[in-house]
């Protein structure tokens, strides 16, 4: 069942430091469905190398594979595993086979069957947290920081409440973040016998605490949350990225006249405070720089959403499944390189957030489609084009965007644009200058946007980014 832990006990294992000792290389790769093979080779030869591969071929990367773990004794995490196709596996457990002796693969799952197909020797069926145990991890946060007469006051409603959630620990993380803040007795009332509760028939009872959480919440952090339904599962999410394109689309409030980015960085304190966010990364002081969410809330979030938020990769035909006539926000990422840009898109003309990432080396299709993309999607209020950077030692032609054609300064409404890893850019259009609703603009390569140079050697500026 999803929310048991899985994941959470699988990283208690990955980052113990006895383990740390005991092996050479520790790999850490979230499966998810479906079962994508050449993404997973590649995640492990990042984690094996500590280098992104330049292949792209599967045969190619499970040969770096079988080469890369010779002599050396791994430890690797394949979490959240669905396939249980052997023809899928088989192939990639062969490329591991030449691992030092002692070496380790862990694996999470939902499913029994998936165990049974990878062969695993020592199976842990995880269990429902026991009555006190549910308890424990429920006091921990619902009676944070409260003084001892008002958490005896509340503790008979409070393990009522923890009945309901079935021994989950998601649901009591929830649920107990949620009455962290709910300081009289008729407040928890109120949680026990809403009506929610009943909703059993949603992901076996882990909706209901979500959806408890979700409606105490103002309208403007509801905003906010159901936006990250358009990242992928197990995407690693930017604090000020989303801070960012919440703001290009309008979602924060100003109050007591602070600046939107505050606003927006109090929004998700309180989505982490909730529970809503895992996977924190943090800087030397302390200050939250990424975060993840759990399967089963991004599951939540797409509910919440319906059919205005999507990711979507891209197949060999071009035209991948983006035929939402009331699509919003699209995240999409074109790794094939047989793959086209997907011309369909332009046809969502209520497009608000279009983020593009491709991993091809020929972005010819992307670079044709672009005129005609921005006469069409002028709804858009957040833009970002992100090319996977190559090593400039690689063998193959990279064919590169050189130009951001002229028709994006049919993009009025636009509030963000950003442009990553554009090496083969020149300068900046003109009409750049027309999207005078732009707030922010980023470039990982803005001194080379920001300056051409002309054939007899001499640098001219760029007459967009001048102004």
């Not at 026991?130 to 003084?147: H, T, V």
């Not at 919440?246 to 602070?258: E, P, R, T, V």
Request: net charge negative; charged share 30%; hydrophobic share 35%.
């Amino acid at each position: 069942m999803g929310g048991m832990g899985k994941t959470t006990l699988a990283q208690l294992v990955y980052n113990d430091g006895e383990v740390k000792s005991n092996f050479d290389k520790r790999i850490w790769v979230c499966v998810s469905d479906p079962f994508d093979e050449v993404r997973i080779a590649n995640a492990i030869i990042e984690g094996l190398t500590d280098s992104v591969s330049n292949f792209t071929e599967l045969e190619s990367l499970l040969k770096h594979i079988h080469e890369s773990v010779s002599k050396t004794k791994f430890l690797l995490v394949l979490d959240d595993v669905w396939t249980e196709e052997y023809n899928k596996w088989e192939p990639l457990y062969n490329s591991l086979n030449n691992g030092h002796q002692g070496s380790k693969i862990l694996v999470t799952t939902r499913k029994s069957t998936v165990a049974g197909m990878m062969e695993s020797i020592d199976i842990i069926d995880m269990e429902e947290l026991s009555k006190d145990g549910s308890w424990l991890l429920f006091k921990r946060l619902a009676f944070f920081d409260r003084p001892q007469q008002e958490c005896e006051k509340l503790e008979n409603i409070g393990r009522e409440i923890v009945g309901k959630c079935k021994g989950l620990p998601l649901a009591l993380k929830t649920v107990g973040s949620l009455l962290r803040f709910k300081k009289t007795r008729e407040q928890w009332q109120r949680i026990l016998d809403n009506e929610i509760w009943k909703l059993e028939e949603l992901e076996k009872g882990l909706f209901p605490p979500l959806l408890l959480s979700y409606n105490d919440m103002p309208s403007m952090i509801k905003r906010c949350f159901s936006y990250c339904a358009v990242f992928p599962k197990d995407y690693e999410i930017r604090k000020d990225e989303l801070v960012i394109l919440w703001m290009a689309q309008g979602y924060l409030s100003l109050k007591q006249n602070q600046e939107l980015e505050i606003v927006g960085e109090e929004s998700f304190d309180r989505l982490a405070l909730c529970s809503f966010f895992q996977d924190f990364k943090k800087d030397d002081d302390d200050n939250i720089i990424t975060c993840k969410m759990h399967d089963i809330v991004h599951d939540f979030a797409q509910f919440l959403v319906k059919n205005e938020c999507f990711t979507m990769g891209t197949s060999s035909d071009g035209e991948s499944s983006c035929s939402y006539e009331n699509a919003r926000h699209l995240k999409m990422t074109l790794e094939d390189e047989r793959a086209s840009f997907p011309t369909n898109i332009g046809s969502i003309f209520k497009l608000r957030s279009l983020l593009v990432r491709w991993e091809c080396k020929d972005c010819s299709s992307i670079s044709n489609c672009l005129p005609n993309l921005f006469k069409q999607l002028t709804c858009l209020r957040a833009l970002e084009l992100h090319e996977v950077r190559w090593s400039f030692d690689y063998p193959i032609t990279i064919k590169r965007i050189t130009q951001i054609p002229s028709e994006i300064g049919k993009l009025i409404h636009l509030r963000y644009l950003c442009m990553i890893s554009l090496e083969g850019l020149k300068e900046l259009p003109e009409s750049l200058c027309e999207l005078y609703n732009l707030k922010n603009f980023e470039s990982e390569f803005l001194f080379q946007t920001r300056k051409a140079t002309s054939r007899d050697g001499e640098v001219n500026q760029s007459k967009a980014s001048d102004k």
